[in-house]
């Protein structure tokens, strides 16, 4: 039975093959001999079989080892807006790319004087209203208000100073006027290195917004979440900067090495059948906005107690 899952490139044009069965440890090149490219290749995998086999004595398939850290929130603020809307005799229209700008930015309320930074946004996408995602930090007129209200226009202070208006009050027709302002869910993943595929991958952060059947704005949802790993091969051809630079600069007549990549996308699923589970790390479970994420082999303990832990099983 073999004893490594990494990337097998006995392929063309690599020719690349690894036989553990062989024993062989250590290429050894001698003067007067050519240099193969299977072997320069092959090289790269007898030190990656090491590395694999190690990090599943210590790690399990898709464990964190650097940071990488899951969080739950279930009462992140949103608010829907209208797709277009009259203010002050003035016809605005809200668009995927004025949402973008929005981020980062501050809105005001123009009725209670609400103030909110802008966490994210999300464009219009099937039955689901432009959303906006908030963190509430003035509480307006007499600190009795603590967030926006149905049919209320807000103005940013982004470039331009542009204005939106909340879902639904008088006129509020549109998709967005169904539960204009709540809360939902998110999941985030702080960036980090996960074990995967036999290589210790980093893994960039990121956030994915939850839901209950198909119900984005619930604060109870049910999810599968974790990460799609993708492996790839990838040439100067696609992505130039592999050329070679001898010089200082790029030699677009001159192509380079292909490279291996493995990259990883956050998602979500509605339950593990159907999940792919040979490219699908399951990062956490949730059920009804409680997360369950698993602790058999917690990253917070060091090292040597985990080994510790593993032999004496």
Same mark, same amino acid.
């Given at each position: 039975?073999?004893?490594?899952?990494?990337?097998?490139?006995?392929?063309?044009?690599?020719?690349?093959?690894?036989?553990?069965?062989?024993?062989?440890?250590?290429?050894?090149?001698?003067?007067?001999?050519?240099?193969?490219?299977?072997?320069?290749?092959?090289?790269?995998?007898?030190?990656?079989?090491?590395?694999?086999?190690?990090?599943?004595?210590?790690?399990?398939?898709?464990?964190?080892?650097?940071?990488?850290?899951?969080?739950?929130?279930?009462?992140?603020?949103?608010?829907?807006?209208?797709?277009?809307?009259?203010?002050?005799?003035?016809?605005?229209?809200?668009?995927?790319?004025?949402?973008?700008?929005?981020?980062?930015?501050?809105?005001?309320?123009?009725?209670?004087?609400?103030?909110?930074?802008?966490?994210?946004?999300?464009?219009?996408?099937?039955?689901?209203?432009?959303?906006?995602?908030?963190?509430?930090?003035? +509480?307006? @007129?007499? #600190?009795?208000?603590?967030?926006?209200?149905?049919? /209320?226009?807000?103005? !940013?202070? =982004?470039?331009? $100073?542009?204005?939106?208006?909340?879902?639904?009050?008088?006129?509020?027709?549109?998709?967005?006027?169904?539960?204009?302002?709540?809360?939902?869910?998110?999941?985030?993943?702080?960036?980090?290195?996960?074990?995967?595929?036999?290589?210790?991958?980093?893994?960039?952060?990121?956030?994915?917004?939850?839901?209950?059947?198909?119900?984005?704005? +619930?604060? @109870?949802? #049910?999810?599968?979440?974790?990460?799609?790993?993708? /492996?790839?091969?990838? !040439?100067? =051809?696609?992505? $130039?900067?592999?050329?070679?630079?001898?010089?200082?600069?790029?030699?677009?007549?001159?192509?380079?090495?292909?490279?291996?990549?493995?990259?990883?996308?956050?998602?979500?699923?509605?339950?593990?059948?159907?999940?792919?589970?040979?490219?699908?790390?399951?990062?956490?479970?949730?059920?009804?906005?409680?997360?369950?994420?698993?602790?058999?082999?917690?990253?917070?303990?060091?090292?040597?107690?985990?080994?510790?832990?593993?032999?004496?099983?």
């Amino acid at each position: 039975m073999a004893t490594t899952n990494i990337k097998n490139y006995n392929v063309t044009p690599y020719y690349d093959d690894f036989d553990e069965t062989k024993g062989f440890h250590r290429i050894l090149f001698k003067p007067g001999v050519s240099v193969q490219a299977r072997e320069l290749t092959q090289m790269q995998t007898l030190l990656q079989a090491q590395i694999d086999r190690f990090g599943k004595y210590a790690f399990k398939e898709g464990d964190s080892v650097i940071n990488g850290e899951v969080s739950l929130d279930v009462e992140r603020d949103y608010i829907k807006v209208e797709p277009s809307f009259t203010h002050s005799s003035t016809t605005h229209t809200t668009t995927a790319a004025l949402l973008t700008s929005l981020v980062g930015s501050t809105l005001t309320g123009q009725t209670n004087a609400v103030t909110a930074t802008v966490v994210g946004v999300e464009a219009t996408e099937g039955s689901n209203a432009h959303t906006i995602y908030l963190k509430y930090t003035g +509480s307006g @007129t007499g #600190n009795t208000f603590k967030s926006f209200v149905a049919g /209320e226009v807000l103005q !940013s202070n =982004a470039s331009g $100073t542009p204005f939106v208006k909340v879902g639904g009050g008088s006129g509020g027709a549109s998709i967005a006027a169904t539960n204009p302002v709540g809360q939902n869910a998110v999941f985030n993943l702080k960036e980090g290195v996960y074990f995967l595929k036999g290589n210790f991958v980093f893994v960039p952060g990121g956030s994915i917004t939850l839901d209950n059947a198909g119900d984005k704005y +619930s604060n @109870t949802p #049910n999810n599968i979440v974790g990460l799609q790993v993708t /492996e790839s091969t990838v !040439s100067s =051809a696609e992505d $130039t900067s592999l050329v070679d630079n001898a010089l200082g600069a790029p030699n677009f007549s001159a192509p380079g090495a292909d490279r291996y990549a493995i990259t990883t996308t956050l998602v979500k699923s509605a339950s593990v059948t159907s999940i792919a589970v040979s490219n699908f790390v399951i990062l956490a479970e949730i059920n009804n906005g409680i997360m369950k994420v698993d602790k058999t082999d917690n990253p917070d303990v060091p090292l040597d107690r985990r080994l510790a832990k593993r032999t004496f099983r």
